[in-house]
């Protein structure tokens, strides 16, 4: 797996459930929400050098809603960069392809340009769903219009098995009634053009969207590399006629088209997971591993993340002294809030509840006993 897949640092394993993981502290959550003015307390993983402890000082670091928009436009700037830079590079691949078709006649590379025009344009509903998540929460919307992403990466999914689709048709249609193409070496250097193309788009929208945590965003960075394994067949099967053998373009078409289903495949589990609410279990880990570090915490009661858009929320019980008082149950859960934020990157918000130490046989959430459900008996 390819670093852009994995995310940088991220460990390469096969249960990475979003775009970010526990080992990397992208401070770009940190207090994007907006900072908060608590004394430098020792974080662990969380420490920082002198320098970034000032200014975290200095600087106010509240929770407000006003604050928390600002992230979220921030790493909606960023997306919406992502997707005018790579709109521009499939636009320029586009054009040149079109110019050697216009010169060759090549159907091939005539389906691969319609091809990558009508790709350059789902940057369109991942754009409308960052503008989406820039909108603050309504009193309907309550958790704000992150989620817009999860179904723009629906949309880029099933465009990918359109373009699987498209593939398969067309090397069937050319195994069938091989064409006659002229200016062989043109094509093949448009088909490179538009494998290269591809490849950089699909590398830097796969890598902004591990940055920022946008799920479709990476989606469709895989998009853009089905398209240029596609210019790749234009290349094989110039290759192939020009060896004298007129059904290598759709030979290498159907090859293709089992790359595409398999980066299909990748994408769809992506998306699929985000909209399950799924998250690596290290983030988990690392979670409970902050908060049973907290002063005053006891033990652990659930611990639950979840992805909305690209950021995470959080929410925990944790079981403190039930001799303390309502203040200092309060002071403990804030100082569980704060480091869990300074500790799981795009980390936005967490509610921790908490619970006293059950003693004496007594069973503090007895009313609730046919009411509450424990998730964590699964993966």
């Known amino acids: 797996?390819?670093?852009?897949?994995?995310g940088p640092g991220r460990p390469h394993t096969d249960q990475g459930d979003g775009p970010d993981h526990p080992h990397e502290h992208d401070h770009e959550h940190g207090h994007a929400n907006g900072?908060?003015?608590?004394?430098?307390?020792?974080?662990?993983?969380?420490w920082r050098p002198l320098g970034g402890r000032i200014r975290h000082a200095l600087r106010p670091h509240s929770h407000e809603t006003a604050d928390k928009v600002d992230a979220a436009m921030e790493?909606?700037?960023?997306?919406?960069?992502?997707?005018?830079?790579?709109?521009?590079?499939?636009?320029?691949?586009?054009?040149?392809?079109?110019?050697?078709v216009a010169v060759s006649g090549s159907v091939a590379l005539l389906g691969d340009t319609l091809h990558n025009a009508a790709d350059a344009l789902t940057a369109v509903p991942l754009g409308i769903a960052f503008l989406l998540g820039r909108r603050p929460p309504?009193?309907?919307?309550?958790?704000?219009?992150?989620?817009?992403?999860?179904?723009?990466?629906?949309?880029i999914v099933l465009?990918?098995?359109?373009?699987?689709?498209?593939?398969?048709?067309?090397?069937?249609?050319?195994?069938?009634?091989p064409r006659e193409v002229s200016e062989l070496g043109a094509v093949a250097g448009a088909a490179l053009v538009g494998f290269a193309g591809n490849e950089l788009v699909a590398r830097y929208r796969i890598r902004?969207?591990?940055?920022i945590g946008s799920a479709a965003l990476v989606a469709d960075g895989l998009h853009a590399r089905t398209d240029g394994f596609t210019s790749l067949a234009v290349l094989a099967g110039a290759g192939g006629t020009a060896l004298g053998w007129d059904r290598a373009d759709p030979v290498v078409g159907l090859l293709i088209t089992?790359?595409?289903?398999?980066?299909l495949r990748q994408a769809t589990r992506e998306v699929y997971r985000r909209l399950m609410d799924a998250v690596d279990p290290a983030i988990v880990d690392r979670a409970e591993a902050t908060l049973r570090g907290t002063p005053g915490v006891l033990d652990l009661g659930q611990v639950r993340l979840r992805w909305i858009g690209h950021h995470l929320r959080a929410e925990c019980e944790v079981i403190v002294d039930p001799a303390c008082t309502v203040v200092e149950a309060h002071r403990v859960a804030v100082e569980a809030e704060h480091r869990l934020i300074h500790t799981i990157p795009r980390l936005t918000a967490a509610i921790v509840h908490a619970d006293p130490l059950p003693h004496d046989g007594v069973d503090h959430h007895a009313l609730l006993a046919g009411h509450r459900h424990?998730?964590?008996?699964?993966e």
């Not at 424990?374 to 699964?378: S, V």
Request: charged share 15%.
């Open 159 to 177: 465009m990918i098995a359109v373009s699987a689709v498209f593939a398969a048709t067309a090397a069937f249609d050319r195994l069938l009634d």
């Open 1 to 6: 797996m390819s670093e852009e897949e994995s």
């Open 75 to 100: 790493t909606s700037v960023r997306g919406m960069r992502a997707l005018w830079i790579s709109f521009a590079g499939l636009g320029a691949t586009t054009v040149i392809q079109a110019v050697v």
């Open 35 to 46: 900072g908060h003015t608590h004394g430098g307390h020792g974080h662990g993983p969380g």
């Open 208 to 211: 902004v969207g591990r940055q």
């Open 374 to 378: 424990d998730p964590r008996g699964g």
């Open 138 to 155: 309504t009193r309907r919307y309550t958790y704000g219009f992150g989620r817009a992403e999860d179904l723009a990466g629906v949309v």
């Open 258 to 263: 089992v790359a595409i289903l398999a980066v």
